[in-house]
């Protein structure tokens, strides 16, 4: 918990959650007010000090936005360097990342305790919390915003991979890609904003990338303007003091030798009829970006049941939409499960990969949502514009049966400029499309890159992913290339017209995926 200058919150919100966490550590950030004795007089408690340290950290942070792009990552003075820092405080096998202006919601503190003590048994995860923001006004009255709660990665194993790194506008954990992430429901936390206070001084600037913050940016002018209305709702004068009433109750302890035994693929509520059967996993894309070479290794992994690859029943062969549970609908779905009873036998997790899914119609997309809500998503990615040249070394002479150098300089520049093959390079519109139906946490991003330069490690993330062992049945052919098209050199000309056509905003894609692209520019 960073604190710096949080005398008037950090109180309610250290009492809040002493019952539940097992060591607290606070981070004092060079407070100007009675931040340090605040914590020092509950530390003073009986429960505090078995659970509250109390670290320094004097030196001044860029604050978000551009002061914090421009503090290099490992200086002193950076965001991530600080947080990876407070980090290594902990000693226990999970962090949790918890802000000192957030207060955890009484009525949710045994569902919260009890989520906590679970932490470590079965496969490793990271969990999302959501939280509610609350103002507090002038009069000292409280108000929620209805709709306004925000969720955040906020649990993570304590662990070598799962750090902070720096984004443009601040600090983000990066986790491995086989570490999946889990959502506690309830909103768990009320994040306080006091009107009397300046509760955006943190940042560097009021244009606000975040949507988020600019929602509560807006939201505190227009309460600090007085302009309250039915859009918000009042909670009575004693809302934080409810909060941690009767806080005498301590969280189980988790214990690695009691309880069940934890199981290795936890799964979601069992799904009846058909979607039972559906596929575990689905292949999105990109073409020309090393689908074929994940699909070549999925298929001979013995817990894995593929059939061929590109079976283009979503782009191709499905039936105009009769409603979720139609029998137009049903029979669709007994047509594409057909494909994986004929697939060659094989394990029981199931799955397809067809890149050309990544430009499907939205509609088309809710429909894969309503048939198999929990599939894991694979989304494979290369440089935007080698991407293009590929699929027309690749397309020309097996699409059209004419040789590239055969191929007109008009002819190149429609194929390019064609909204098919320009869509599947825009990578940001095509996940924007998919995580509207689909958490973040069910896709698996990859590279091109990374099988050309590590591909033990790709393929070791991607069976973690799927949550199956790691097995390959050839090592040289990770280092084989699938699928390859001709090494035709890309002329001038044409990485001139697609550097200017093919602008897409690299930037973007790594705020989707939460992790680097290697084409950045």
């Known amino acids: 918990m960073r604190a710096k200058d949080e005398g008037s919150k950090i109180e309610h919100c250290l009492r809040s959650i002493l019952p539940v966490f097992d060591e607290i550590h606070v981070i004092d950030n060079g407070s100007r007010d009675h931040t340090v004795e605040i914590v020092r007089h509950v530390q003073a408690s009986a429960a505090g000090g078995a659970k509250i340290r109390l670290h320094s950290y004097p030196f001044a ?32 096998r999970h962090a949790c990342k918890w802000d000192a ?24 995860a990271a969990w999302s919390l959501a939280g509610q923001t609350v103002y507090r006004t002038v009069d000292g009255s409280f108000r929620a915003p209805r709709g306004e709660v925000n969720r955040e990665v906020r649990i993570a194993p304590c662990s070598y991979d799962v750090r902070f790194h720096k984004r443009k506008h601040w600090e983000q954990l990066i986790r491995p890609r086989w570490l999946r992430t889990h959502h506690f429901a309830p ?11 300046e509760e955006f001084d943190h940042w560097s600037t009021t244009e606000f990338p975040s949507p988020r913050k600019r929602r509560e940016w807006a939201t505190f002018q227009r309460l600090r303007g007085g302009r309250a209305d039915g859009a918000f709702r009042r909670l009575p004068a004693t809302f934080l003091d409810d909060q941690i009433e009767a806080a005498e109750y301590v969280r189980p302890a988790a214990s690695d030798g009691d309880g069940p035994p934890a199981r290795r693929h936890p799964t979601p509520a069992r799904r009846r009829g058909l979607s039972r059967w559906m596929p575990h996993f689905v292949g999105i894309g990109a073409t020309r970006a090393g689908t074929s070479w994940v699909a070549a290794h999925l298929a001979t992994h013995p817990d894995i049941r593929m059939g061929r690859k590109e079976i283009h029943f979503f782009d191709r062969k499905l039936g105009a939409s009769g409603g979720s549970g139609a029998a137009r609908d049903r029979y669709d779905r007994l047509r594409y499960l057909a494909r994986f009873l004929r697939a060659p036998a094989g394990g029981t997790i199931r799955g397809e990969i067809t890149p050309a899914y990544a430009i499907l119609e939205p509609a088309v997309i809710r429909r894969v949502a309503e048939w198999m809500p929990h599939a894991k998503l694979i989304f494979m990615m290369r440089d935007p514009i080698e991407r293009a040249w590929s699929q027309a070394r690749s397309g020309f002479p097996t699409w059209r049966g004419t040789p590239l150098s055969d191929v007109g300089r008009d002819e190149l520049v429609s194929f390019f400029d064609s909204d098919p093959v320009r869509r599947r390079s825009d990578y940001a519109s095509c996940l924007r499309a998919w995580m509207t139906h689909f958490p973040r946490d069910q896709f698996f991003f990859g590279f091109l890159d990374e099988i050309r330069d590590k591909p033990d490690v790709l393929l070791h993330d991607l069976l973690g992913f799927l949550e199956v062992d790691f097995a390959v049945a050839d090592s040289a052919s990770l280092t084989r290339p699938v699928n390859a ?15 200017r056509t093919y602008a897409f905003d690299a930037d973007e894609v790594s705020e989707l995926i939460g992790r680097p692209v290697p084409w950045a520019r």
């Open 485 to 499: 098209s001709d090494p035709v050199p890309m002329p001038e000309w044409v990485r001139d017209h697609l550097e």
């Open 61 to 92: 942070l860029g604050r978000f936005g551009t002061e914090h792009g421009r503090t290099p990552e490992d200086s002193l003075h950076s965001l991530a360097y600080f947080t990876n820092w407070a980090l290594s405080r902990c000693t226990r």
């Open 187 to 197: 909103a768990c936390f009320y994040e306080l904003k006091f009107l009397e206070e």
């Open 101 to 124: 202006d957030m207060v955890l919601v009484r009525e949710q503190r045994d569902a919260f305790a009890g989520l906590l003590a679970r932490l470590g048994r079965g496969w490793p």
